[in-house]
């Protein structure tokens, strides 16, 4: 639990200081003023807002009890729930053809899990049981916080550093505009980095976490095997749109067909599919 916090708090911090350092490249000493402004204010709106962001951004709909189509998947997530001891999160349903889930949400108080319509086609109903095991994982350990925080100011930081060179100035305090070109491309690879760094082993933990709530790891062995194969071959619009948002799936949605796929923030599928095949002999 502490350990998530102050990982929370690194990740701010180096967030602040990527942004100041585009700001002073970009601006000089106001800009940097201006870009620590934007940052403190991103950071404050990433922790109430940044769930109900990317869900947006997702086209994600809401799973109420009574709906018959997802009743099933709804009541899956809730006896789920129950075996992790969580509080019922919210459930959505993306209308997308390629198979990925995410959990999101600032505590287990206020998660939700998101699934796509792809990925129920895909997966049988023991599959799908440990993808969404895996995603409550991510909501008991708290890490649903940090992947949402992430990717929302990761994606300012894309944008501030594009737009940058609006920053002002004039005469000697103008913008050098080849440090203004080099920041558009190399302050988005700095926050993959500070992304990567703090996702991977995050993927194993929740990994080990679903198998234990579902207690059926070959399931959820089996679900990422299929989902990796697909993943690749259906494209994710939305993913490719906003990258940053790629590291709170299950597998990463990402083309790899450009700069953006260089930076995976989730490890090997073959490595993931190794350590709960090893832990299936526990159960």
């Given at each position: 639990?502490?350990?998530?916090?102050?990982?929370?708090?690194?990740?701010?911090?180096?967030?602040?200081?990527?942004f100041?350092?585009?700001?002073?490249?970009?601006?000089?000493?106001?800009g940097?003023?201006?870009?620590?402004?934007?940052?403190?204010?991103m950071?404050?709106?990433?922790?109430?807002?940044?769930?109900?962001?990317?869900?947006?951004m997702?086209?994600?709909?809401?799973?109420?009890?009574d709906?018959?189509q997802?009743?099933?998947?709804?009541?899956?997530?809730?006896?789920?729930?129950?075996?992790?001891?969580?509080p019922?999160p919210?459930?959505?349903?993306?209308?997308?053809?390629?198979?990925?889930?995410?959990?999101?949400?600032?505590n287990?108080e206020?998660?939700?899990?998101?699934?796509?319509?792809?990925i129920?086609?895909?997966?049988?109903?023991?599959?799908?049981?440990?993808?969404?095991?895996?995603?409550l994982?991510?909501v008991?350990?708290r890490?649903t916080?940090?992947?949402?925080?992430?990717?929302?100011?990761?994606?300012?930081?894309?944008?501030?550093?594009?737009?940058?060179?609006?920053f002002?100035?004039?005469?000697d305090?103008?913008?050098?505009?080849?440090?203004?070109?080099?920041?558009?491309?190399?302050?988005?690879?700095?926050a993959?980095?500070?992304?990567m760094?703090?996702s991977?082993?995050?993927?194993?933990e929740?990994?080990?976490g679903?198998?234990?709530?579902?207690?059926?790891?070959?399931?959820?062995a089996?679900?990422?095997?299929?989902?990796?194969n697909?993943?690749?071959?259906?494209?994710?619009?939305?993913?490719?749109?906003?990258?940053?948002?790629?590291?709170?799936?299950?597998?990463?949605?990402?083309?790899?067909?450009s700069?953006?796929?260089?930076?995976?923030?989730?490890?090997?599928?073959?490595?993931?599919v190794r350590?709960?095949?090893?832990?299936?002999?526990?159960y």
């Amino acid at each position: 639990m502490l350990g998530n916090w102050i990982k929370t708090f690194v990740l701010m911090a180096a967030i602040t200081a990527l942004f100041a350092s585009v700001g002073a490249a970009l601006g000089g000493a106001g800009g940097m003023m201006i870009a620590l402004l934007f940052a403190g204010g991103m950071n404050i709106y990433a922790y109430w807002f940044s769930d109900k962001a990317v869900l947006k951004m997702y086209g994600a709909q809401e799973v109420m009890p009574d709906n018959t189509q997802f009743r099933s998947y709804y009541n899956m997530v809730k006896e789920l729930a129950e075996n992790a001891q969580l509080p019922m999160p919210k459930v959505y349903v993306i209308d997308e053809q390629q198979p990925n889930a995410f959990a999101t949400g600032r505590n287990p108080e206020h998660a939700a899990v998101a699934a796509t319509v792809g990925i129920m086609r895909i997966l049988n109903e023991r599959e799908l049981r440990g993808v969404m095991a895996h995603e409550l994982a991510h909501v008991k350990h708290r890490d649903t916080l940090i992947s949402t925080i992430s990717a929302t100011v990761a994606g300012a930081i894309s944008a501030i550093a594009q737009f940058g060179m609006f920053f002002g100035g004039s005469g000697d305090n103008r913008p050098n505009p080849v440090i203004g070109l080099l920041m558009m491309f190399l302050a988005p690879m700095a926050a993959g980095l500070i992304q990567m760094a703090i996702s991977r082993a995050r993927e194993y933990e929740a990994d080990r976490g679903g198998a234990e709530i579902c207690k059926d790891p070959k399931a959820l062995a089996a679900a990422l095997e299929k989902i990796h194969n697909y993943a690749h071959k259906i494209p994710n619009q939305t993913a490719e749109m906003h990258p940053e948002t790629g590291q709170m799936m299950i597998i990463n949605p990402l083309s790899g067909q450009s700069l953006k796929g260089l930076f995976s923030t989730h490890p090997q599928t073959e490595e993931r599919v190794r350590r709960l095949l090893a832990m299936a002999n526990h159960y």
